[in-house]
């Protein structure tokens, strides 16, 4: 059994970068950003981009390591006892339920997208895939059963059904061996070798010069300024929409609000830095995203297919339909396929780890029981989870119904949550005096106003935005403003002549019972943490 | 690809390739950082009661 001092000297400082950027780096940057980018004219969407950064993804993030410090330097790792704690009265631990079922929900849907990374990496280096006469869109929607339920439950190395047991197997096992030998031991050599696969990648990109001499208008350069050339800045500035899919991107990129950086930063002690800590993880990600993802997917598109090709491709449109299509046309596509497959794949898992994290932590301190007990509570719980989405695969309803009320959704108001407790229930100026206790740096005093006014006022105007788009089906017009409830009201509740669906009312459902199990647990842990013989009852009088 | 293109690519690429540069420089170049941002203390409660039991 390690000792602690034996913890600390394992960690080293670039395990300790490796961790936190593996938490945050994920399908996003190399899919979600470029797709965003390309779509809302490069030049304003970059600014829009950065601006989001500044005032929710940086503020949000030192908040969160601030806070799980904290709370872990008096005794506790999740999220609901944290910030049970931080209000200082114990109904205060709902407002961290969010924390737990965020991480846990988007579990059960993204170790299946996982899968399809780490299936389509071995279907290209075993050279199943990247075959010219190949119809990719049709093989994605096969693969993984988008056009009938239960379709991708087969085992065959043809499908995904092996690579989801694979990577559930993979994330558990890594998982049961312990933060110390498995997540930071597996991010330690998977975030460098992400890395420089997308070094490699890039490298690759960037020389493909002109491929087809035929049409010389569809060469490096001007795949380039697809993604980045700016187009209208101040007309595009004026679009609220822009500023949405904007600070969605960042809000989501950087993981922040999730639960899993307050969990993470609760196992530092009081001397360790987390101004440094969170600046970097931020900074690792955004190289990911804007250094890496922006040279790679779009410009490699447009190079082979011009861009009538990539133009309205969404995530999973880009990654799994546009660019095995780029790889077929390459040469040595099958080795370029397969690496960047193997690329999405560690940058899914060295997220999807992260994500387990709060849950254990949570089902630990509320229950009582030891890490053995909770990892097993926390996978049949997953796997139930998981196998509800994999199987209910037809049109990735489930996946999506999910992804939009927990990924999105329920992140808007634990962020909010978040940052509100930061900076006016502890305050800003004790927020920060608390961050920059054994901070290798010191946050910018300009920083202030933003955390107390900006970024509180920003994450909820551009929430509203997002519920008038997303739910309320606004038609982003200010003169001749139009509401139809969205496709995912209607999905609920049905639309014009159109029946609910069933699949996204169930999906809805599996929602609601792990937040009612974890709301109970939450209840029942309050005697726990804060009962008259709990540790937690002196910590309240004391914060209160 | 347009000289607006070009210097809103170099502007972006270079703002966070330079950020992560220094992140990674101030982490590395710190004197005694090694101690300060040591990482997580990766010690669940259950393992601190059995080591401390095993004491």
């Known amino acids: 059994m390690a000792t602690p001092q034996a913890s600390e000297n394992w960690s080293s400082r670039l395990g300790v970068i490796m961790a936190v950027a593996g938490s945050a780096v994920g399908l996003g940057n190399f899919l979600r950003f470029p797709g965003k980018a390309a779509t809302y004219g490069g030049g304003a969407f970059m600014i829009a981009y950065f601006v989001s950064l500044v005032i929710i993804g940086v503020s949000i993030c030192w908040a969160e390591w601030t806070l799980g410090r904290w709370g872990g330097k008096r005794g506790f790792h999740s999220s609901p006892a944290i910030m049970g704690l931080i209000v200082g009265r114990p109904w205060g631990r709902f407002l961290g339920v969010l924390g737990v079922i965020i991480p846990v929900g988007i579990y059960m849907y993204y170790v299946y997208i996982e899968a399809w990374c780490l299936g389509y990496a071995v279907q290209f280096a075993t050279g199943r895939l990247g075959g010219p006469d190949i119809d990719y869109a049709k093989h994605f929607v096969e693969y993984v059963g988008a056009n009938a339920d239960g379709f991708s439950l087969g085992l065959g190395m043809g499908q995904v059904g092996l690579f989801v047991l694979i990577v559930y197997l993979l994330n558990f096992v890594l998982i049961y061996r312990g933060l110390a030998k498995g997540i930071e031991w597996f991010c330690k050599w998977a975030m460098p070798a992400l890395m420089v696969i997308a070094l490699i990648i890039v490298v690759r990109v960037l020389t493909l010069g002109t491929p087809d001499p035929t049409l010389p208008e569809q060469n490096v350069a001007n795949g380039l300024g697809y993604m980045w050339n700016p187009g209208n800045i101040g007309e595009q500035l004026r679009n609220p929409q822009l500023w949405l899919e904007a600070a969605g991107q960042i809000f989501f990129s950087l993981s922040v609000g999730f639960g899993v950086i307050i969990t993470y930063a609760s196992y530092l002690t009081e001397k360790d830095d987390v101004v440094l800590s969170g600046l970097t993880a931020t900074s690792a990600n955004e190289f990911c995203e804007v250094g890496l993802g922006g040279l790679m997917s779009i410009p490699a598109g447009f190079v082979f297919l011009g861009a009538a090709g990539i133009a309205g491709q969404g995530t999973f449109g880009l990654g799994f339909t546009v660019l095995p299509q780029v790889f077929s046309h390459m040469a040595f596509g099958h080795v370029f396929g397969a690496l960047f497959f193997f690329l999405l794949f560690l940058a899914a898992i060295t997220s999807s780890l992260s994500m387990l994290q709060p849950g254990i932590a949570f089902l630990e301190e509320a229950m009582g029981i030891g890490r053995k007990m909770s990892v097993t509570i926390l996978g049949a719980l997953t796997a139930l989870g998981s196998l509800f989405v994999w199987y209910y695969s037809k049109d990735l309803k489930a996946l999506d119904t999910i992804d939009f009320w927990v990924g999105t959704c329920f992140i808007f108001i634990q962020g909010t949550i978040l940052i509100v407790l930061f900076s006016w229930v502890v305050g800003v100026d004790r927020g920060l005096d608390e961050a920059h206790k054994g901070a290798a740096i010191r946050v910018p005093g300009w920083f202030r106003p933003i955390m107390q006014w900006l970024c509180p006022t920003f994450l909820i105007s551009i929430f509203v935005l997002w519920l008038a788009k997303n739910v309320f089906g606004w038609n982003f017009q200010f003169s001749g403003a139009e509401f139809a409830p969205s496709g995912y009201i209607t999905d609920l509740i049905g639309g014009d002549g159109t029946p609910p669906s069933t699949v996204a009312r169930a999906s809805v459902a599996v929602v609601g019972v792990t937040i009612a199990f974890l709301t109970i647990v939450t209840h029942l842990a309050g005697r726990r943490w804060y009962g008259a013989d709990g540790k937690g009852a002196t910590l309240l009088e004391e914060t209160r | ?55």
């Open chain 2, 1 to 55: 690809m347009t000289l607006g293109g070009w210097i809103n690519m170099i502007i972006s690429v270079g703002a966070v390739t330079t950020l992560f540069a220094w992140c990674i420089y101030k982490v590395v170049a710190t004197p005694e950082e090694t101690k300060k941002v040591h990482g997580f203390e990766f010690e669940t409660p259950d393992e601190k009661a059995e080591r401390e039991s095993e004491r």
